[in-house]
């Protein structure tokens, strides 16, 4: 399996500052939808998000949505954020949709930061195109398919444990981009 281990953590996208974007060397942001900008399979955006993602570009940072979600709601949410471009089907964690999210952006894929909630899907598929891969915690649990997302939760929950085992354990030079991590 890819490495799904996140470049860096947050609670809340809100909780990303400028600076640690300048400072992770991003050069432009993609999103998730679901549980990160938005409550999971609604249109509703917790308060902050958006005021969020208006700074954000405003920093000079281009937006783009990268999503697993369908093609209208990911139109209508990039309507509601000031019309960002969007990817939709995304099929992460396959990395087509990162390299060509990069490209739409004109930036370099290492410096594309991605921002999702979820391991196997946005982290696992920004760090195998070689991305800034940024976790966020969910807003809530999901309650679409709530046993498949809480069976992922806790595999998530497992992978991050031994992870930071193994990241703390004696030999350490295995971690990948260790700068990264915070
Ligand atoms: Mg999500």
Redesign the pocket.
Known sequence: MHDAYPDYEYKRITDITIDDLHNMGAKAVAV?????TVL?STMHAPGGVKEWLNNVRQAGFPVIII?NTYAIRAWLLSKKFGKLPWISFAEKPHTAAFFKAAKMLNVDISELAMV???LF??VMGANKAGAISIKVD?FEPEKLFAEKFRKERKKEREYMEKRRKERNAENRSFIRKPERRK
Do not use: A, E, F
């Open positions: 998730d939808l679901d549980n990160t999971d999503s999702g909630d979820r899907t946005d969910p």
